[in-house]
């Protein structure tokens, strides 16, 4: 049975996404983590500073100092205070390995099972989720871009 370690995380977090997110893991034979529920406004503005200029970020009312742009981008979204993470339909779920933190490239299998899990979790505590690892919910994981192997949120 899998445990959920850093589970205060999910404080803030939509009750039934919690909920699944709580049944997933502990159904799953590895530990995980949460590693982030509700995301603060400087949270926001840091991910999205992350492989832009501080013009892109001027232009998006994101302080200058937030740019980063010899990261690796993050997120893509228009909007950088939009996250589903801001008001708590959203939620970054890592499967642990010996303590750490696993990878899509090493771990795929582990990411794939979290991901079955917390689905059917959803189903029975009456959410629908959408998985960044399946953005175009076709069923197809880890397609065309879609690499957010991390991330859960309540479907609109």
């Not at 404080?11 to 034979?29: F, M, N």
């Not at 100092?65 to 801001?86: I, R």
């Not at 979290?114 to 919910?137: C, N, P, S, T």
Request: hydrophobic share 40%.
């Amino acid at each position: 049975m899998g445990m959920l370690k850093r589970y205060e995380r999910l404080e803030g977090v939509d009750l039934k996404l919690a909920a699944a997110i709580r049944t997933g893991v502990s159904r799953l034979t590895f530990d995980c983590t949460v590693a982030e529920g509700v995301r603060s406004k400087e949270q926001m503005w840091i991910n999205y500073g992350k492989g832009r200029t501080a013009a892109e970020c001027r232009a998006k009312g994101v302080p200058e100092k937030y740019a980063m742009p010899g990261v690796a981008k993050v997120t893509w979204l228009s909007n950088p205070l939009a996250s589903n993470h801001a008001d708590g339909r959203a939620v970054d779920v890592y499967p642990l390995v010996r303590g750490q933190l696993a990878n899509t490239r090493d771990h795929l299998p582990l990411f794939r099972a979290l991901y079955e899990a917390i689905m059917a979790a959803g189903r029975e505590v009456g959410v629908r989720l959408r998985y960044g690892g399946d953005w175009d919910q076709d069923g197809k994981l880890f397609e065309k871009g879609e690499t957010d192997a991390v991330h859960f949120e309540r479907a609109a």
